[in-house]
């Protein structure tokens, strides 16, 4: 039958690409003198630690300009997005594109990647057999080779009257050719009474459900759309955030039916540089010790990277020490000494977690968080996060309450975990550590039986090798930690002499007006020697020592 029309209204301006130029402050045709200053500029203005009163929002703006600059700075990159941008105000004026010379079996690459128009950080991928549309960001656990190979796509065309049938298909390196329709098809289960199908992919030759046209988007130059073969007016399309379907119903300035099908090949000018520089410091142990930044700009991997894919010299040290500024939670770095250090995944795990400003952000890096880096966090992280872990976060009308509820179990289960293994191997603890995870989870409640299970073995656990501490170890304690022990069934008869010897140096600084309360406790529980301690030093400060 005759194919439905393809046509649409110009995209509100809600739909249009995020302005990397006005997100970095230059204009369109900023030169890259232009864009490196003004990055400069803004990562000094707006780092985290220049704005304490609201962390929150400089580490968004952060981010903001760290995904422009990293698209600007790059020329395939910023080729790809201006590209995009230009053919979206192309088609916000109304213009129209004469597709009548357009031969997709010419202007298609054998291998390509499928780019959503205004969206040129996504990718579809094949996910086993199903399909998702990813940037770097949406798989940040995905490494580079792994995100592109499950990008790479082909078309295999099928010989009949209805020019540019084809199947659009996971491209197999070593497919057989004389096999060639042979493999793993976008497949979809439209019908006359089915107008949306999801999008899989299966290894099935049923021409109806396999089968599409590409056609040339009459809205956006250089860009294709999918149509199936046998239900006319139904084209492939992106549904923001990752969703792929096969519809009647487009939504304009919501849904994306045009691509960009870009040759596989140009896949590598996507590495960024931390993709070579992470590999590289980790190699020559910058976890643990600084570097020299020398060493770094002379490697043959540095020197590559800014020659074949920035297509520039490497950088001078004031544009790497900006951009490890602009990367603080990742790198780093002391300009004065010019050397560099990569922060260790438990390092990073600390600081996000010190920085999360809301129940829902702990919860995400909770869940995500491997558990041997969870086990090494200072102790005042584990009271900071158990806090922000008491109470259930607000979920709006769009968020599964079911799956947000499980996810919060989860967080708590795992964080409360944590804390128990630690303590019920208190042994190998330092005492003040183990005393203030008591202290934490005292005041912790949770309706979870298990998770008050965990929680109850915890506490007994600090009350069984506290005592041993205290006698095998020396040092100082803090002073929490003593008032901590007074709050404990400790035998002080076996623990008094030991403790006393700790305690002097905590128990000077502390002024007459706690230490008073502290001697009727210690008396109260009969601590005999830390009650001496504890009176001996109250005497010295009412007579005047300081």
């Known amino acids: 039958g005759k194919r439905g029309a393809s046509g649409g209204l110009p995209a509100p301006a809600a739909a249009m690409m995020i302005d990397y130029f006005s997100q970095l402050e230059v204009d369109r045709n900023a030169d890259e003198a232009t864009i490196k200053k003004s990055y400069r500029k803004l990562v000094l203005k707006y780092h985290p630690d220049k704005n304490p009163d609201d962390r929150e929002a400089a580490e968004k703006k952060i981010r903001e300009i760290n995904s422009a600059y990293e698209i600007l700075s790059n020329p395939a990159k910023r080729a790809a997005y201006q590209q995009q941008a230009s053919a979206m105000e192309t088609k916000a004026r109304g213009v129209r594109i004469d597709t009548s ?27 086993q057999n199903g399909l998702a549309f990813h940037s770097r960001e949406d798989v940040p656990e995905v490494a580079f080779d792994e995100f592109f190979q499950a990008a790479k796509f082909s078309l295999w065309w099928v010989k009949h009257e209805l020019t540019n049938m084809c199947r659009l298909r996971v491209h197999a390196e070593h497919a057989n050719p004389n096999r060639a329709w042979e493999g793993m098809n976008l497949s979809f289960g439209l019908s006359p009474s089915v107008s949306t199908s999801d999008v899989m992919l299966t290894p099935v030759e049923n021409a109806h459900c396999s089968n599409v046209v590409v056609v040339a988007s009459p809205d956006f130059e250089g860009a294709f759309r ?159 996060t158990l806090k922000m872990l008491k109470e259930a976060p607000e979920v709006d009308s769009r968020t599964n309450t079911q799956a947000a509820a499980e996810r919060f179990m989860l967080a708590q289960r795992k964080m409360v975990g944590v804390v128990h293994a630690l303590c019920v191997n208190g042994a190998r603890s330092p005492l003040d550590k183990l005393m203030a995870m008591r202290s934490m989870l005292a ?104």
Not at 101 to 127: A, E, Y
Not at 495 to 514: D, H, N, Y
């Open 226 to 384: 999918f149509e199936s073969a046998y239900y006319a007016g139904h084209f492939l399309e992106f549904l923001p955030h990752s969703q792929v379907q096969m519809t009647a119903n487009h939504m304009e300035g919501t849904t994306v039916r045009d691509f960009i099908l870009m040759d596989f090949g140009v896949c590598e000018m996507f590495r960024t540089l931390d993709e070579v520089l992470i590999p590289l410091v980790s190699y020559m142990d910058g976890t643990n010790n600084y570097i020299k930044l020398a060493t770094l700009r002379d490697h043959r991997n540095v020197k590559m990277y800014f020659q074949s894919i920035m297509g520039k010299p490497v950088w001078d040290p004031e544009d790497f020490f900006i951009y490890f500024q602009g990367h603080w939670d990742r790198w780093d770095a002391d300009e004065a000494k010019q050397l560099v250090r990569l922060r260790g995944p438990q390092e990073q795990l600390e600081l996000t977690l010190k920085r999360a400003k809301n129940t829902n952000e702990v919860i995400n890096v909770v869940v995500n968080a491997n558990e041997g880096f969870l086990a090494m966090l200072d102790a005042n992280v584990y009271g900071q």
């Open 443 to 546: 005041s912790f409640e949770c309706a979870n039986a298990e998770i008050t299970q965990f929680k109850d073995q915890a506490l007994n656990a600090v009350v069984k090798y506290a005592p041993t501490l205290l006698q095998s170890t020396e040092g100082s304690l803090e002073f929490a930690t003593i008032t901590g022990l007074l709050d404990m069934p400790v035998d002080w008869e076996r623990c008094g002499q030991a403790l006393s010897q700790r305690v002097q140096k905590p128990i000077a600084l502390q002024p007459l007006e706690v230490l008073i309360p502290l001697m009727r406790r210690a008396a109260k529980v009969k601590a005999g020697a830390l009650g001496e301690c504890l009176a001996a030093s109250a005497m010295m400060k009412a007579f005047g020592a300081p």
């Open 101 to 127: 010379r357009i031969q997709p079996k010419v202007s298609i690459p054998k291998k390509f990647m499928l780019c959503p128009m205004g969206h040129p950080d996504k990718f579809l991928r094949s996910l």
